[in-house]
């Protein structure tokens, strides 16, 4: 059950309660006088977002249908192949900036 805040407008007395939603119903229709305050946020943190092995899987084909993209590099399978064509593809994109840096263009 919730604990909700209320003011007394009468007496301008704050206080918190614990029942249930259609209690604090029939409460606040009963007591005119009363209204219901705005009390603390509680926030609910998590330690992260954790995947079963069928959301991987699902991921895993996702990224192989879509070489290249970022879900791939996360969870795509990858073969050496794929890997070492993948360093000397990085390689030549960094060998090509550094010559349009120095030349100026």
Known sequence: MPIYDFINTKTGKEFSDMMSI???EKY???N??????????????GTGVKTDSGWKDM?????DAHPGSKVHDAYGNKSTKDIKTRQVLEKHRKIQASKRTKNGK
Do not use: D, P
């Open 22 to 24: 259609a209690e604090k």
């Open 59 to 63: 991921l895993s084909r996702i990224g």
């Open 28 to 30: 606040l229709k009963k």
């Open 32 to 45: 005119k006088h009363i209204k219901q305050g705005i009390g603390k946020i509680n926030i609910v943190s």
